[in-house]
């Protein structure tokens, strides 16, 4: 699942549905609350479904994009904050990017995790990192639109393996190591 309310960023909800659709990974686009959402730079898209359609219990995790307002919208929703912790409680994939693992710090699922995101923001995490990328058993964290590909394709190598994340790399012409 990857939820985008108003203000979230595009090259990181786009590029994160669109790799992991290459790799044959199924994601659904959850709208809050309705099914046209407006990102931060304009671009309007259809959803698959209203967040007040989704069983949590039917996802195997959920990858909150980032963009300003999105991150502070998503940390409003007492519905996302709930499926964050319940999905973390079954150990199932937990990812966000830019400003969105603050979203991760509110539900209290980096209590014990290494994370990073948009540098500025560290101070708000418990264990922050200066990484593009970080990865902390179930949790995966980015820090913004530039490293998207990157956190895309590690999501990939964590649900379907370093073969198949490199699969998809070289298709994209993604040259950067995995």
Same mark, same amino acid.
């Given at each position: 699942?990857?939820?985008?309310?108003?203000?979230?960023?595009?090259?990181?909800?786009?590029?994160?549905?669109?790799?992991?659709?290459?790799?044959?990974i199924e994601v659904e686009m959850v709208g809050i609350p309705g099914t046209t959402i407006t990102g931060a730079h304009g671009?309007?898209?259809?959803?698959?479904?209203?967040?007040?359609?989704?069983?949590e219990e039917e996802y195997d995790g959920i990858i909150l994009p980032g963009g300003s307002p999105g991150y502070q919208n998503l940390m409003k929703s007492?519905?996302? !904050?709930? %499926? *964050?912790? &319940? @999905?973390?409680?079954?150990?199932?994939?937990?990812?966000?990017i830019c400003g969105a693992p603050l979203v991760l710090a509110k539900a209290g699922v980096l209590e014990t995790k290494r994370a990073t995101v948009y540098p500025g923001l560290e101070k708000q995490l418990p264990y922050p990192r200066d990484e593009r990328v970080v990865i902390d058993g179930n949790v995966i964290t980015?820090?913004?639109?530039?490293?998207?590909?990157?956190?895309? !394709?590690? %999501? *990939?190598? &964590? @649900?379907l393996g370093k073969s198949k994340a490199s699969e998809v790399a070289e298709a994209l012409l993604f040259?950067?190591?995995?």
């Open positions: 699942m990857v939820p985008l309310v108003n203000g979230f960023e595009e090259i990181e909800a786009f590029t994160i549905v669109d790799v992991l659709r290459r790799a044959g671009i309007r898209v259809q959803v698959d479904k209203r967040i007040s359609e989704v069983k007492s519905r996302i !904050l709930d %499926i *964050v912790r &319940k @999905l973390n409680a079954q150990g199932k994939l937990i990812g966000a980015s820090q913004g639109p530039a490293t998207a590909m990157e956190f895309a !394709l590690k %999501i *990939v190598e &964590k @649900l040259t950067e190591n995995l």
